[in-house]
């Protein structure tokens, strides 16, 4: 029997209409539907699919990434896959684990798409250094100018205020109000 595996990233707004088709037209009995990140480790469509696999079943997806975006999650999968006793199919790459060939191919493919990845997160990094080499603010903008603060600061230290008015009154969390406070206090006690 063959055993599909459609996954879309959650949160893309990604359609699995593509996926279901072409499983459906490779002859899949069953198809396990998900909507997790492929980079997660917890996927539970994932994890009965595999339980669902006898001995002579095929798990197939559409594309390789759609089963795993690292090589070493690629591999443990495809493990567990031949411990039931099953074999690997991925249709737009032409992969088949029942051949030799199609074994050499997906690890191969595995590899390069590890290293795609690292070579992404890399990039990324550095780019995030470059920025802040040039002392560009990277994160979420603060909710208080400074003005802002140092008008909390003046009011709290007059006690013309608790930190829950405060908040409401410059329409901010309390922990934001807090954490301008406990700045201010370390930085009067340095």
Known sequence: MQIGYARVSRGD?????????????AGCG??????????????????????ALQPGDVLVVWKLDRLSRSLRDL??????????GAAF??????????????????????????FERAMIRERTLNGLAHARAAGRHLGR????????RAEIIARAEAGEGSPS????????????VQRVLRAHRARVDL
């Open 30 to 51: 069953r198809v396990f539907r998900e909507e997790a990140s492929g980079g997660k480790a917890d996927r539970p469509e994932l994890a009965r699919a595999l339980v």
């Open 165 to 176: 008015q405060l908040a409401s009154l410059f329409r901010v969390s309390r922990s934001t």
């Open 141 to 148: 903008r603060p909710s208080l100018t400074a003005q802002q």
């Open 89 to 114: 199919r991925s249709l737009t790459e032409a992969i088949d684990t029942t051949t030799p060939a199609g074994r050499l191919m997906l690890q191969t493919l595995g590899a390069f798409a590890e």
């Open 75 to 84: 591999l443990f999968t495809l493990e567990a896959v031949a411990a039931a």
């Open 13 to 25: 707004h990604q359609d699995l209409g593509a996926q279901l088709a072409a499983l459906d037209a």
